[in-house]
């Protein structure tokens, strides 16, 4: 099966295509029962939770419905593009199977290889994943897409690798100066390294790329006020809000900014916003263990213990 046409402009749904392909398809059909009906009714009530997509088409997959199921794992990665789903043993073995298989008929298939060394990867087999890299970079060494998941290997690898993940994104933007994919990763790599007027630059190629990306925005305002620029910042939190007001992330991150200024009642708005808002288990425990402190803090015990309920009811049911 052909993945992609190799002449494609490297967007963002190029890449979100090449993973969602690594779903192997069963091809069975069962009725609509009352769990179908659940789901579908949670997704109508909250078409921006990116879970309720992930855990539907996981119950599809139990079920063997793996062609309605992908439909629904591409959904959730479409709202949230850091999400994988093959991530089991079962998956992984039939992969590995369909890999060597797609090889033998097709061994000059670079998408193939793409496809596989991301699926080698989520099993951590690294080395695997590697070779089939370089095997795409091999078979064309002008094919972006190759060095934007080659540099997120070396990312996962160790510290040893960040000369390699660092050329590699820069290659990717060189034969596609518009793959915002690899723009970000090559942010958050400068950042890990607080290289944060490295990561200014390259944020504002973004934003020339796409002036309304709030992430970008949300971003921006993170770089300004590592580098003590708190108005720039200010402004870029706000930015971002005014594109996106129902983000989470950047209410959190504001938080934090206010937290950092000494403005504690608005450090708490922020919070209590981003906890409101999120889908997301790191940001949703997070706001509640800051609103736990904060109250434990300046000893409003009641307060502080409902926070504390709150975050183990949280853990409790491993909100994600």
Known sequence: ?????????????????????????????????????????????????????????????????????????????????KYRFINNKEGFLKAEESFLKSIKQDPKDIDTYIKYGIIFKHQNLF?????????????????????YYLGDLYGALN????????????????????????????????NSFKNYHISEKYLQILLELNPK????????????????????????FFTAIKLNPNCSTTFYFLAIFYETLGRSNEAVRSYIKSFKLSHKKNIYSNSIKKLFIFYRKIGKRYESEKWLRILSIANKYDVS
Do not use: W
């Not at 190799?6 to 069962?30: A, G, H, P, W």
């Not at 089939?132 to 972006?144: F, G, I």
């Open 1 to 81: 099966m052909e993945l992609m046409n190799k002449d494609d402009s490297n967007t963002k749904s190029t890449k979100l295509m090449i993973d969602n392909q690594t779903q192997i398809e069963i091809s069975q059909t069962t009725e609509i029962n009352k769990d179908d009906e659940y789901y579908l009714k949670a997704i109508e009530f909250d078409p921006a939770n990116y879970v309720t997509y992930q855990n539907y088409g996981n119950y599809l997959t139990d079920l063997g419905r793996g062609s309605e199921a992908k439909k629904y794992y591409f959904k959730a990665m479409d709202i949230d593009p």
């Open 127 to 147: 080395e695997k994943s590697k070779d089939c890299y370089l095997k795409a970079k091999e078979l064309d060494p002008n094919y972006s897409i190759t060095y």
């Open 159 to 190: 510290r040893n690798e960040i000369t390699r993940e660092n050329k590699c994104y820069l290659t990717a933007i060189e034969l596609d100066p518009k793959d915002i994919f690899s723009y970000k990763s090559l942010i958050s790599f400068q």
């Open 213 to 236: 990306d709030s992430d970008t925005h949300t971003t921006l305002g993170r770089v300004y006020q590592f580098a003590n620029r708190y108005k720039e910042a200010k402004d870029s």
